[in-house]
């Protein structure tokens, strides 16, 4: 009797593997999808191509004034005139560098913390969240260490939605925490104070907030204390953004097992030392997309300081959209300001998914 010797394996058939592959799969998998592909592939391609044209090839990029665009595409000089007025709003041009020493180290140390396998990692933290905001306090507003003041109306731009977001972002995240504590509290009164200043607070538009912030404030405090406009609006969007952090928080809480709670008490640890090493981390960690998602929120929702009289990089650009010069050149405005939120705002999210699947460790009843 013969013995049968198994065949070779056979690679598999070139029409699904590599790039026509996956084109079969997923775009061209049965007659209806591969109809629906190429109408949105035309749609695509006809949106794109006279898009292109008008940003990129019959774009006009250099110029002293609006006679320099003559080609018919965009006319991206009136971008390159104002870029420093976009970026550092009324600031003296003189004192250009201490706003750039400030960009510099912000974004250095923030490159520290999101490159992998770098040292003093923890450091680095500690400096970003303490000793940063000192530093770009005196650097941006000056009166000490021999720079000149610069009040804070003529902060502007970039250089000012970034202030907002940054000190919204730092001050909201612990403040919702401790909120978020409060609600689940055991205590009535703490329950009820936290219960009531996140429900009004999120059931107010943030413009009433910047209104009362920048007009009814004044009117609690004593009559010598003089608030910034800067000041207030900060205080008020920062309160806005913790009630809704707080619900964010809470969330992630409710989400831990009644189990992780037991285990701590059995070990004897205290309700601080619980929440801090057991409870916040787990918590925190499942709700990375609901608190980057405030963030972003937070960042767009900087625009509205506009009605305060605050020129954030979108009213700048309003501004300037005003001057006679440089009248119907709305849509090169506007998409400078559109990209300009979303690289920073496309920045926070990607990064929000690599700690997502950085600290992913699954989570289970």
Same mark, same amino acid.
């Given at each position: 009797?013969?013995?049968?010797?198994?065949?070779?394996?056979?690679?598999?058939?070139?029409? &699904?593997?590599?790039?026509?592959?996956?084109?079969?799969?997923?775009?061209?998998?049965?007659?209806?999808?591969?109809?629906?592909? /190429?109408?949105?592939?035309?749609?695509?391609?006809?949106?794109?191509?006279?898009?292109?044209?008008?940003?990129?090839?019959?774009?006009?990029?250099?110029?002293?004034? =609006?006679?320099? @665009?003559?080609?018919?595409?965009? @006319?991206?000089?009136?971008?390159?005139? +104002?870029?420093?007025?976009?970026?550092?709003?009324?600031?003296?041009?003189?004192?250009?560098?201490?706003?750039?020493?400030?960009?510099?180290?912000?974004?250095?140390?923030?490159?520290?913390?999101?490159?992998?396998? *770098?040292?003093?990692?923890?450091?680095?933290?500690?400096?970003?969240?303490?000793?940063?905001?000192?530093?770009?306090?005196?650097? *941006?507003?000056?009166?000490?260490?021999?720079?000149?003041?610069?009040?804070?109306?003529?902060?502007?731009?970039?250089?000012?939605?970034?202030?907002?977001?940054?000190?919204?972002?730092?001050? $909201?995240?612990?403040?919702?925490?401790?909120?978020?504590?409060?609600?689940?509290?055991?205590?009535?009164?703490?329950?009820?104070? @936290?219960?009531?200043?996140?429900?009004?607070?999120?059931?107010?538009?943030?413009?009433?907030?910047?209104?009362?912030?920048?007009?009814?404030?004044?009117?609690?405090?004593?009559?010598?204390? $003089?608030?910034?406009? *800067?000041?207030?609006?900060?205080?008020?969007?920062?309160?806005?953004? $913790?009630?809704?952090?707080?619900?964010?928080?809470?969330?992630?809480?409710?989400?831990?097992?009644?189990?992780?709670?037991?285990?701590?008490?059995? /070990?004897?640890?205290?309700?601080? +030392?619980?929440?801090?090493?057991?409870?916040?981390?787990?918590?925190?960690?499942?709700?990375?997309?609901?608190?980057?998602?405030?963030?972003?929120?937070?960042?767009?929702?900087? $625009?509205?300081?506009?009605?305060?009289?605050?020129?954030?990089?979108?009213?700048?650009?309003?501004?300037?959209?005003?001057?006679?010069?440089?009248?119907?050149?709305?849509?090169?405005?506007?998409?400078?300001?559109?990209?300009?939120?979303?690289?920073? @705002?496309?920045?926070? &999210? =990607?990064?929000?998914? #690599?700690?997502? +699947?950085?600290?992913?460790?699954? #989570?289970? +009843?």
């Amino acid at each position: 009797m013969e013995k049968f010797q198994p065949l070779p394996s056979l690679p598999a058939p070139i029409a &699904s593997t590599g790039l026509i592959g996956w084109l079969r799969t997923n775009l061209f998998s049965s007659p209806v999808n591969s109809v629906i592909t /190429l109408v949105t592939l035309y749609l695509l391609v006809s949106a794109l191509i006279p898009t292109i044209q008008w940003a990129f090839i019959n774009a006009d990029w250099f110029g002293e004034d =609006r006679s320099a @665009c003559t080609s018919g595409g965009a @006319c991206w000089v009136f971008i390159t005139v +104002r870029f420093n007025q976009f970026i550092y709003g009324f600031y003296p041009e003189s004192e250009y560098w201490r706003v750039n020493w400030m960009f510099f180290i912000m974004f250095v140390s923030l490159l520290w913390l999101m490159i992998p396998n *770098l040292p003093w990692k923890k450091w680095v933290a500690t400096f970003t969240l303490v000793v940063f905001p000192v530093i770009a306090f005196f650097l *941006l507003y000056g009166g000490a260490f021999g720079l000149k003041v610069v009040e804070t109306h003529k902060w502007g731009g970039l250089m000012l939605t970034l202030v907002l977001a940054m000190v919204g972002i730092v001050a $909201s995240l612990p403040i919702g925490v401790l909120l978020a504590l409060g609600r689940r509290s055991e205590m009535p009164i703490v329950k009820s104070f @936290c219960v009531v200043f996140i429900e009004v607070w999120r059931g107010v538009p943030l413009i009433t907030v910047l209104f009362m912030a920048s007009v009814m404030l004044p009117l609690f405090v004593p009559a010598e204390l $003089s608030f910034d406009k *800067l000041l207030r609006a900060l205080i008020g969007i920062t309160m806005f953004q $913790s009630a809704y952090m707080a619900e964010v928080v809470r969330g992630g809480l409710q989400a831990i097992p009644k189990g992780q709670y037991e285990a701590a008490a059995a /070990l004897g640890l205290g309700y601080w +030392r619980m929440m801090s090493m057991i409870i916040l981390p787990q918590a925190l960690k499942l709700m990375i997309p609901g608190i980057v998602n405030t963030f972003i929120a937070l960042f767009k929702d900087t $625009s509205l300081v506009l009605i305060i009289g605050l020129f954030d990089l979108l009213a700048i650009v309003q501004a300037a959209l005003t001057d006679p010069k440089w009248l119907g050149f709305a849509t090169e405005g506007y998409v400078f300001v559109g990209f300009m939120f979303w690289a920073f @705002c496309f920045g926070m &999210s =990607r990064y929000s998914q #690599h700690l997502e +699947r950085k600290l992913h460790t699954g #989570h289970k +009843r």
